[in-house]
Antibody, heavy 121, light 106 residues
Framework: QVQLVQSGAEVKMPGSSVKVSCKASGGPFSSYSINWVRQAPGQGLEWMGGIIPIFGTGKYPQRFQDRVTITADEATDTVYLEVTGLTSADTAVYYC??????????????WGQGTLVTVSS | EIVLTQTPATLSLSPGERATLSCRASQSVDTYLAWYQQKPGQAPRLVIFDGSHRATGIPARFRGSGSGTDFTLAISSLEPEDFAVYYC????????FGGGTKVEIK
C-alpha cells in the first residue's frame, strides 16, 4: 500500500494562507487521485478537493472553489493543498488520502498522518 | 447534493455484542457507499466499499449491506479494537461523508 507523509503543523494568522504537502511513496502516483479531507476539532470529515496528477487539474466542491488550490508535482510525487483567506473555522486536521481506484474520486484506502492547522491571532 | 444521515449518534455496547450502524442517503446512491473507522488521534481507515466489499485486512466480522438509500454496517462480535467512530461516505458529484456513529464501551 502506498505511504503518504504530510508536512508538519502550522499556526497561521486570520486572513493569511497555508500550504500543506503530501508526499507519496511505495506505489503508483500519477494516475490515482490524491484528495484532501479535513476534520475540525470534535467534528466529522469534509472533502475539500482532489487531483489526479497526470491530468493536472484539481476538482473541488463548490464551497471551496474560491479558496482552495490543489497542485501536484510528478517529479517528486508530492501533492500540495493551499487554502487562502484563513479564519478560525479553518482550524482543523488536514488529511491527504489516495483513491482506491486509478482515475477516480471514489473511496480512500491510503491516508496521511494528518497536519494540524491552527488559525489564531 | 446527496446528504448522508447516520444513526444512532452513539452506540453503547459491550465486547462480544453485535453492533448495527445505519446510514441513510437523501436519494439513491445505488451501492456506491463506503464505511470508515476512525480511532482517536488516527486517520480514518477504509472498512467497506461499494456497499459490501471489505477492504484489505478487514476481518470478516465486519459486514456491509444495503443499496439505494439504506445501508447497514454490522459488526458481528465486537472486539476491543472495534470501539471507534464510523463514517459512511458516498461519491456522487463529489465525495461526501455522514456525521458519524461512535461505538463506545458500555
Amino acid at each position: 500500500q502506498v505511504q503518504l507523509v504530510q508536512s508538519g503543523a502550522e499556526v497561521k494568522m486570520p486572513g493569511s494562507s497555508v500550504k500543506v504537502s503530501c508526499k507519496a511513496s511505495g506505489g503508483p502516483f500519477s494516475s490515482y487521485s490524491i484528495n484532501w479531507v479535513r476534520q475540525a476539532p470534535g467534528q466529522g470529515l469534509e472533502w475539500m478537493g482532489g487531483i489526479i496528477p497526470i491530468f493536472g487539474t484539481g476538482k473541488y466542491p463548490q464551497r471551496f472553489q474560491d479558496r482552495v488550490t490543489i497542485t501536484a508535482d510528478e517529479a517528486t510525487d508530492t501533492v500540495y493543498l493551499e487554502v487562502t483567506g484563513l479564519t478560525s473555522a479553518d482550524t482543523a486536521v488536514y488529511y491527504c488520502a489516495r483513491d482506491l481506484v486509478s482515475g477516480r474520486y471514489d473511496y480512500f484506502d491510503s491516508w496521511g498522518q494528518g497536519t494540524l492547522v491552527t488559525v489564531s491571532s | 447534493e446527496i446528504v448522508l444521515t447516520q444513526t444512532p449518534a452513539t452506540l453503547s455496547l459491550s465486547p462480544g455484542e453485535r453492533a448495527t450502524l445505519s446510514c441513510r442517503a437523501s436519494q439513491s446512491v445505488d451501492t456506491y457507499l463506503a464505511w470508515y473507522q476512525q480511532k482517536p488521534g488516527q486517520a480514518p481507515r477504509l472498512v467497506i466499499f461499494d456497499g459490501s466489499h471489505r477492504a484489505t485486512g478487514i476481518p470478516a466480522r465486519f459486514r456491509g449491506s444495503g443499496s439505494g438509500t439504506d445501508f447497514t454496517l454490522a459488526i458481528s462480535s465486537l472486539e476491543p479494537e472495534d470501539f471507534a467512530v464510523y463514517y459512511c461516505q458516498h461519491h456522487n458529484t463529489w465525495p461526501t461523508f455522514g456525521g458519524g456513529t461512535k461505538v463506545e464501551i458500555k
